[in-house]
């Protein structure tokens, strides 16, 4: 289990590697382009250089992109459809460029469409377009969300009929997934104890396959169980709880899994970064 951080990539894709590195990361997310919107910056020979060799230079084979929060799958606009589906096609080619190993989004809303079963075909389907022809070495990971009014993919069963409808080529990796401890507690998943990590690790082995799921999002949570709120906290001093955490890095079945920290910025990142290395046992 590799443990690491969202970190900026300010000043150009090169500082992020540096960024991690400097902060105690042993893998990390970052974003390639803005996560509001506008221009995207383009991707050269060099800046591409200038990543890669900085990743190698700071010790980093395994590291994630994060979609823009705008993508919505589920709209009945098609502008807005189109567009989710070509940003992330976009991003999967640009990750494989740079060697990102994943890149996960959020799904978005179904509440434009009304009906959360018609808004899952339309998902479905702009899922099937994007990696149509798609050849890169960056795997697409759908994130649990919170849970919060029409949200696509707050359940295990969601995600897993959303991925499973979606065809790929033989011996290519399929849809993969990421699993945000936060958004999962807020959306009825318990995560305060060993006894209920280790049940709600037995229900994503069985719903989704736990293989599938290789990526974490690791933030406690500041709203309470079952909440639907999408509140990030620092590890330890929110609703899930050290205890919870120490279960997770230690579960035999997350191994395989990259964590990532999405909690606030305001300077206790390394701080949480240091506690899930201890409770892992590797400080």
């Not at 280790?198 to 990526?215: F, W, Y």
């Amino acid at each position: 289990m590799l443990i690491g951080a969202h970190v900026s990539a300010a000043g150009g894709l090169f500082n992020a590697p540096k960024n991690a590195k400097a902060m105690g990361c042993e893998t990390f997310q970052f974003f390639t382009r803005s996560p509001q919107g506008g221009p995207t910056p383009a991707l050269t020979p060099e800046s591409i250089k200038a990543f890669r060799d900085a990743c190698e230079a700071n010790g980093f084979d395994q590291y994630a992109t994060h979609a823009p929060y705008f993508i919505n799958f589920a709209s009945s606009e098609t502008r807005i459809r189109k567009g989710s589906i070509s940003v992330i096609r976009q991003e999967l080619e640009r990750g494989s460029a740079l060697g990102v190993t994943h890149l996960m989004a959020h799904l978005g809303s179904a509440k434009d469409v009304g009906d959360k079963k018609e808004a899952r075909k339309i998902v479905i389907n702009g899922l099937q377009e994007v990696l149509d022809g798609y050849k890169g070495s960056t795997r697409f990971l759908i994130e649990i969300s919170a849970g919060a009014g029409m949200v696509i993919g707050d359940t295990f069963e969601e995600i897993a009929e959303l991925i499973d409808a979606v065809k790929v080529p033989k011996g290519r990796d399929g849809i993969g997934v990421c699993f945000d401890t936060q958004h999962a507690f807020a959306s009825g998943y318990d995560l305060r104890t060993k006894e209920a990590v280790a049940k709600t690790v037995k229900q994503l082995d069985a719903a989704i396959g736990i293989e599938r799921v290789v990526m974490s999002h690791c933030n406690d949570s500041k709203c309470d169980f079952n909440a639907k709120k999408d509140r990030h906290e620092h590890i330890g001093e929110g609703k899930i709880g050290a205890e919870g955490f120490r279960a997770i890095v230690n579960h035999p079945k997350l191994k395989h899994w990259l964590l990532m920290l999405e909690t606030p910025w305001d300077g206790k990142e390394k701080d949480d970064l240091a506690l899930l290395k201890k409770m892992r046992g590797k400080a």
